[in-house]
């Protein structure tokens, strides 16, 4: 079932959409907002129960993510548009790309993996361990319940095939922090099986953009504006 979504907006130009992490809201991107503002017409959106925007009775699952970006475009009469997606938010980019490629006119994933083990070995076993204990907590707790679904998402999902980046024809932009914790290797690898991508390494963690604002936004206008 279709919801509205939050959604901040500000400045003019090609549309370019901010797809925040799980278990944040649009405002992750503050400092890209100010920057980009400048030259494109901004939306940072909060997904489907996420900051301001209802959780709705739709499946809880990044695929639904996907779609319900797809109808929030659509209502905002949006054709085609450039995505930064963060983490969670550059996996339900792939996952849109994948969909609805004559939607994308560029793509930009920072911190995204294909499958939860593209995660570094210990911070994956430690989602998997806090997910399955807020499985068993979450039958006393609402609040448990609420953390077990976010928690799910990064424990369970996504499921992106290697081969399936093949059909990405858009530019795209893989951009991780140098000690992120998504593995080295696997944004590497990301970055290859693009077929027009580009890789961006920026000092800083997982959380690089809002960190490390200047260099990122740097690589970021950089790879828009080529």
Not at 28 to 54: C, I, K, N
Not at 99 to 105: A, I, K, N
Not at 143 to 162: S, T, V
Request: net charge neutral; aromatic share 10%; proline share 4%.
């Amino acid at each position: 079932m279709e919801i509205s979504l939050y959604w901040e907006e500000r400045g003019n130009g090609t549309p370019l959409v901010l797809l925040h992490g799980n278990g944040e809201d649009g405002t992750y991107f503050a400092r890209q907002m100010e920057e980009f503002s400048r030259d494109f017409r901004v939306l940072a959106v909060d997904t489907r129960g996420h900051g301001r925007s209802p959780r709705g009775t739709a499946p809880f699952s990044l695929d639904q993510f996907a779609e319900d970006l797809k109808d929030f475009l659509d209502g905002r009469g949006i054709a085609r548009a450039a995505i930064l997606g963060f983490s969670d938010g550059g996996n339900i980019a792939l996952l849109f790309a994948l969909r609805y490629p004559s939607c994308v006119e560029k793509l930009i994933v920072n911190g995204a993996n294909l499958y939860p083990s593209g995660m570094k070995t210990g911070v994956w076993l430690a989602t998997e361990l806090e997910y399955e204990f807020l499985r068993l907590l979450a039958v006393f707790s609402p609040g448990a319940a609420k953390k077990r679904d976010l928690f799910r998402l990064m424990a369970r999902e996504p499921h992106i095939r290697w081969e399936s980046l093949k059909k990405i024809a858009a530019p795209a932009l893989v951009i991780a922090g140098t000690d992120d914790m998504i593995k080295e290797s696997h944004t590497r690898r990301m970055a290859a099986a693009l077929p027009r991508g580009e890789l961006a390494l920026i000092e800083g963690s997982h959380f690089v953009a809002r960190e490390n604002s200047r260099e990122f936004n740097r690589a970021v206008r950089k790879f828009l504006e080529s």
